[in-house]
């Protein structure tokens, strides 16, 4: 199980709930291991963990295997600008990270850090922090004071201290283009999931607490679970198909997600509100991921709730037809 190294809990607390039995991180015990340690280094921003990250992640920790080194992403926690332009969140992040393999997540505080320059980042973080014996990073990789560092520069300082640094080429997809974290954004915002699935390489998630809500869906005879929805990019308003994981449970729900400001009823704040199908158990406080499938329709405001009830009745029906007849076809085709 991967390790996290992070002196603010708070950042990745959705992670620590999710994973109920991993304990909280003993940041200092994890900061002695890796100092004791020989450690390849995985350094980016990873938001989202698209298919380019995940080739760079597949290549470091099949190498570090054969060279019976560490493997440990250093990333920033936080984004000094346009937070609210993230694919994923710390805690959305660390849990697709976590599938990497990787040994020990590093979340780094951009404060600390920001004033470095090329050769104090090497020498305090690479070396003194990290004891890197080896180097992955992109090929747009920058670092240091105002982005002063490159992958050039980055290479001459690591060779003068005997370390390898290996750098990822651009990772295409299927038309050819670039993979980026900026596309996959652009796409989200689209609501063009099945294209956002083939950069990811995996579903957009959101993972968050189940808070109270205004319980009008409960009323109208489709409860829904409420999460807290900020610092990161959001698709259309909109009712989307989705997948369910919930915390302390191996079941993979189905059901439809409406994200929005509900403007029926007039609520006025972003919220995101799923209806789990098949599932009445009270999980308030509890963390649940969700996997976005399918845009079903845009957000519209309705004429009465009677009117809006009727529409989410349509909207559950034809998700639960599109869920088995996927699931006949997949049957028919094994």
Same mark, same amino acid.
């Given at each position: 199980?991967?390790?996290?190294?992070?002196? $603010?809990?708070?950042?990745?607390?959705?992670?620590?709930?999710?994973?109920?039995? %991993?304990?909280?991180?003993?940041?200092?015990?994890?900061?002695?291991? @890796?100092?004791?340690?020989?450690?390849?280094?995985?350094?980016?921003?990873?938001?989202? +963990?698209?298919?380019?990250?995940?080739?760079?992640?597949?290549?470091?920790?099949?190498?570090?295997?054969? #060279?019976?080194?560490?493997? @440990?992403?250093?990333? /920033?926690?936080?984004?000094?600008?346009?937070? !609210? %332009?993230?694919?994923?969140?710390?805690?959305?992040?660390?849990?697709?990270?976590?599938?990497?393999?990787?040994?020990?997540?590093?979340?780094? !505080? =951009?404060?600390?850090?920001?004033?470095?320059?090329?050769?104090? =980042?090497?020498?305090?973080?690479?070396?003194?922090?990290? $004891?890197?014996?080896?180097?992955?990073?992109?090929?747009? /990789?920058?670092?240091?004071?105002?982005?002063?560092? $490159?992958?050039?520069?980055?290479?001459?300082?690591?060779?003068?201290?005997?370390?390898?640094?290996?750098?990822?080429?651009? +990772?295409?997809?299927?038309?050819?283009?670039?993979?980026?974290?900026?596309?996959?954004?652009?796409?989200?915002?689209?609501?063009?999931?099945?294209?956002?699935?083939?950069?990811?390489?995996?579903?957009?998630?959101?993972?968050?607490?189940?808070? &109270?809500?205004? !319980?009008?869906?409960?009323?109208?005879?489709?409860?829904?679970?409420?999460?807290?929805?900020?610092? #990161?990019?959001?698709?259309?308003?909109?009712?989307?198909?989705?997948?369910?994981?919930?915390?302390?449970?191996? @079941? @993979?729900?189905?059901?439809?997600?409406?994200?929005?400001?509900?403007?029926?009823?007039?609520?006025? +704040?972003?919220?995101?509100? %799923?209806?789990?199908?098949?599932?009445?158990?009270?999980? &308030?406080?509890?963390?649940?991921?969700?996997? +976005?499938?399918?845009?079903?329709?845009?957000?519209?405001?309705?004429?009465?709730?009677?009117?809006?009830?009727? !529409?989410?009745?349509?909207?559950?029906?034809?998700?639960?037809?599109?869920?088995?007849?996927?699931?006949? &076809?997949?049957?028919?085709?094994?």
């Amino acid at each position: 199980m991967i390790k996290f190294i992070t002196k $603010n809990l708070a950042e990745i607390k959705e992670i620590i709930g999710y994973y109920i039995n %991993t304990g909280i991180p003993d940041y200092h015990k994890n900061i002695e291991e @890796i100092k004791k340690s020989k450690n390849t280094v995985i350094l980016g921003n990873f938001d989202g +963990v698209h298919k380019g990250h995940q080739i760079i992640l597949e290549k470091a920790v099949k190498q570090a295997k054969e #060279k019976n080194l560490k493997t @440990i992403v250093y990333t /920033f926690s936080e984004y000094p600008k346009n937070k !609210q %332009t993230k694919i994923t969140t710390c805690s959305e992040k660390a849990y697709l990270l976590s599938k990497s393999k990787i040994d020990y997540l590093y979340l780094e !505080q =951009f404060e600390k850090v920001k004033n470095y320059s090329p050769k104090e =980042f090497v020498e305090k973080v690479l070396i003194d922090t990290l $004891n890197a014996n080896e180097v992955y990073c992109g090929f747009n /990789f920058t670092f240091g004071k105002d982005k002063s560092g $490159n992958v050039d520069i980055l290479k001459k300082l690591l060779k003068k201290k005997n370390i390898k640094l290996n750098v990822q080429d651009a +990772v295409l997809d299927e038309d050819g283009e670039v993979i980026s974290s900026t596309r996959v954004r652009n796409l989200v915002k689209k609501g063009d999931f099945d294209k956002v699935r083939e950069l990811l390489g995996h579903n957009f998630i959101i993972l968050g607490e189940v808070v &109270y809500g205004k !319980q009008l869906g409960r009323v109208i005879g489709f409860p829904t679970a409420n999460l807290k929805f900020e610092n #990161k990019i959001y698709p259309e308003f909109g009712v989307y198909g989705v997948k369910i994981h919930i915390q302390d449970n191996d @079941i @993979i729900y189905n059901g439809v997600m409406n994200i929005g400001k509900n403007p029926t009823v007039d609520v006025g +704040v972003l919220s995101v509100e %799923t209806n789990i199908f098949d599932f009445n158990e009270d999980i &308030y406080g509890k963390i649940i991921l969700i996997e +976005v499938l399918e845009n079903i329709r845009r957000e519209k405001k309705f004429g009465s709730v009677e009117e809006l009830k009727e !529409q989410i009745g349509k909207d559950v029906y034809y998700w639960k037809n599109k869920i088995l007849d996927k699931d006949k &076809y997949q049957k028919e085709n094994r």
